[in-house]
């Protein structure tokens, strides 16, 4: 009998990336205005998990056409950027050093490596509209 | 270097480089899985049929895309190779199988340190498939089961991460507990001067003692949290736990509304946070057990149940707790080895929410159990007749058994007789006994058919208590009696029961009395004892113990919270498909790794 396993990273993975590449990055052909830059600020509510809330542990923000932003533990749930004119999506992903094939910690365990660690499903993307 | 691997390793360089853009390489998979067995998912496993040097492995690696690693033992015939970027260990295994330098290839496979229960082994671990499916046969001592290797709740592995649960305490609303079960004492809930014995009891008068004197409960206790690690009998799925026993059904395994809402009530109040209940009934909606529920709820409780054992369909005839509505009800089906639905097991696309083990589970007793099958022949079987003792009791000739007019049947019994007999049984030691009887009766108006007790020997009929008493059984026809008596208050070690048949003077005579069996079953309680049961009794445990274990290592968590964990972080079955809501089975590695997705989000712009 085989089971699934460990797709969710992959969709996760899948998510991340297209919220990274689509849309966004400031509008359409044309000369362009001279772009605005604001200076935006993401919250969400802290993941109750307490894996996620321990060293190895945080949150990955994704949003359109930059680079992903790893929001470590002990950081609070919050972020500011700066964000040229246009509109992005953003989204925010939980993660912990806890590998959900072993149920060991990457961080104690050597073998393991980085490649396990665990996300959540991503949150619901979030529009961000930058004037 | 082989041309399908050249393409698969373009593509993979291409995915690769996405990862790596995205950030995000740690969402790569790093082992396979298949029937239960883990591999690196990147590496072989390559022996050598003659000692190649160095450079000669590193060729034959490279043969295939790959690279060989240098063996620390320079004189091993085997070697390490790592497959180029998506090339799957399957491809693999194929391709070089007809290598000629070549002996064998594998899988290179995961061992983990692997969080077995210490520091003494329990001994009975290897029985548990439910923790460690290694295709184990199982036998109950008239039947024998195996399953598939793999078809497990990977607890193994998710002890890695928790196994204490003593932080949660969980009741066990049931049969009561023997609490004093060497596996169990250490884990029990601590009442204090409240409930000095580890819970309390419902059943009947009530008091403190929640003993167990039917063995469910005390199973249930066994599988949620007997003692990990202490080199006794079985492992439960918390190694350390507290498990408060709240009797609510009786020694035959009954019990009321009154009784089991009381018992939620008192885990309500009492700082339960997960309850177990492996139990339910069917028939009309039960408004006080839903509002005893509504509290639970407002507690902030988990309520754990079993969906019923009929094999059947739990949306067409409802089962009671499984079918409330409740947001902190989490309804449990039976699995067999072969993580298919047990065939005894009931169902329901919307209200039965999982599945679990619940077949073959070995798991702690309360007792040792027994059978005394009284003889029925009178002299032989130690039958003693009344010094009034007139047309006698004797055996059948025409019909087995104990009759009150031998021969039975042909011969009506005489007017104004008061025939009896009896028997003294040793019941000495034993904690409960419980008498069933069998009899053929035919007897008239008037007359009367008497079955008494008497504790201390002799004559039941001159001091004893009555078993049962009737008249009128059944004119001029016989019918079958079966009659269930508890002895437990007069257990010693002269036990007395005794038949009568009492006529009256004008009694025109009947066929009578034939008892064609007397059983007494016995338990005697012990405190290592271990029995395999089967049902949705046993799924329920293992359900809420992994919530317990959820919540213990997520504190923060609300029951809606360690719910979602079960069931979201569940292995997906297609068996279940359509027949539980989530189509999962429980699976405490999935359950304890589970994340959220982050709640929240908002923007603003400055």
């Known amino acids: 009998m085989m089971f699934p396993t460990l797709k969710m990273p992959l969709i996760l993975c899948t998510a991340l990336l297209l919220v990274a590449c689509g849309g966004g990055g400031g509008g359409g052909g044309g000369t362009a205005p001279a772009a605005t830059v604001h200076q935006v600020t993401l919250n969400w509510e802290e993941n109750l998990e307490a894996d996620v809330n321990m060293p190895g542990g945080g949150y990955k923000i994704a949003i359109s056409g930059q680079p992903i932003i790893d929001v470590a533990f002990p950081a609070p749930p919050s972020i500011t950027l700066t964000l040229p004119s246009g509109s992005y999506n953003a989204i925010v992903t939980a993660y912990s050093p806890i590998n959900p094939n072993t149920g060991m910690s990457y961080l104690n365990n050597t073998i393991a490596m980085a490649s396990v660690a665990n996300f959540s499903r991503p949150s619901t993307s979030i529009t961000i509209d930058i004037p | 270097m082989n041309s399908y691997f ?31 067995r883990q591999y690196a998912n990147a590496e072989i496993i390559v022996k050598y049929k003659t000692n190649l040097s160095s450079s000669q492995r590193m060729q034959t690696a490279a043969n295939y895309g790959a690279k060989a690693e240098e063996n620390q033992n320079e004189h091993s015939d085997w070697g ?14 194929k391709l070089y199988a007809n290598d ?3 002996a064998s ?65 969980v009741a066990v609303v049931d049969t009561g507990i023997n609490y004093n079960a060497s596996d169990l004492t250490a884990n029990m809930w601590n009442g204090g001067a409240t409930a000095p014995l580890h819970g309390w009891n419902f059943v009947g008068a009530g008091s403190n003692d929640p003993m167990d004197y039917n063995g469910h409960g005390t199973h249930v206790a066994g599988i949620l949290g007997a003692v990990g690690g202490n080199g006794i009998g079985v492992t439960g799925v918390c190694w350390k736990a507290s498990i408060m026993a709240v009797r609510v059904l009786d020694a035959s395994g009954s019990g009321t509304t009154s009784t089991v809402v009381q018992g939620i009530d008192f885990a309500i109040t009492h700082g339960a946070k997960i309850i177990n209940l492996s139990l339910g009934g069917s028939g009309p909606f039960d408004p006080v057990f839903n509002d005893a529920l509504n509290r639970a709820q407002a507690a902030n409780v988990l309520v754990v149940v079993a969906a019923g054992n009929a094999a059947s369909n739990n949306e067409v005839t409802p089962v009671w707790p499984c079918n409330f509505t409740h947001p902190n009800l989490i309804c449990v089906a039976a699995l067999d080895q072969n993580y298919n639905l047990a065939s005894y097991s009931n169902w329901g696309s919307t209200s039965v929410d999982i599945a679990a083990p619940g077949s073959y589970i070995y798991s702690t007793s309360n007792g040792i159990e027994g059978q005394i099958n009284a003889a029925l022949t009178p002299a032989a079987g130690g039958w003693l007749g009344s010094s009034n003792h007139a047309a006698g009791w004797g055996y059948g000739l025409n019909g087995p058994g104990l009759t009150s007019s031998a021969p039975w049947a042909g011969i009506p019994y005489a007017a104004n007789s008061d025939d009896r007999i009896y028997k003294t049984f040793n019941l000495s030691g034993v904690s409960v006994a419980r008498l069933t009887l069998t009899a053929a009766v035919s007897v008239n108006t008037g007359d009367y058919f008497n079955a008494n007790i008497r504790a201390v020997g002799g004559d039941p009929f001159v001091a004893g208590a009555a078993i049962f008493s009737s008249s009128n059984l059944n004119t001029g026809l016989v019918s079958v009696k079966s009659i269930a008596y508890d002895l437990t208050p007069n257990i010693g070690p002269a036990c007395t029961i005794g038949f009568q048949l009492l006529t009256a003077p004008s009694s025109t005579g009947n066929y009578g009395v034939a008892m064609t069996a007397l059983r007494i079953d016995t338990l005697t309680l012990d405190n290592n004892s271990y029995k395999i049961m089967s049902g949705t009794s046993m799924a329920t445990p293992y359900a809420a113990g992994v919530a317990a274990l959820v919540w213990a290592h997520n504190p923060r968590y609300t029951y809606t919270h360690v719910k979602n964990a079960l069931t979201k972080g569940g292995r997906p079955l297609s068996v279940l498909t359509g027949l539980t809501s989530s189509g999962m089975a429980i699976d405490a590695l999935g359950a304890l790794t589970y994340i959220h997705p982050t709640q929240g989000v908002s923007v603003r712009v400055q």
Not at chain 2, 9 to 35: I, K
Not at chain 2, 84 to 91: L, S
């Open chain 2, 80 to 93: 390490l190779h790592r497959l180029p970027p998506n090339v799957t260990v399957a491809q693999a295994l």
């Open chain 2, 6 to 36: 050249l393409r698969r390793s373009v593509l993979a360089s291409t995915l690769c480089s996405l990862l790596l853009t995205s950030n995000l390489a740690l969402a790569a998979t790093a082992f396979q899985s298949e029937q239960g």
């Open chain 2, 105 to 169: 290839v594998q899988p290179n496979y995961v061992y983990q340190s692997t969080a077995l229960p210490g520091p003494t082994p329990d001994p009975a671990y290897n029985q548990q498939w439910a923790v460690h499916n290694i295709g184990q046969p199982l036998s109950t001592g008239t039947s024998t089961t195996q399953g598939i290797a793999g078809a497990d709740m990977r607890l193994e592995a998710a002890w890695n991460i928790q196994n204490d649960c003593s932080s949660v305490t």
């Open chain 2, 100 to 102: 000629p330098n070549i």
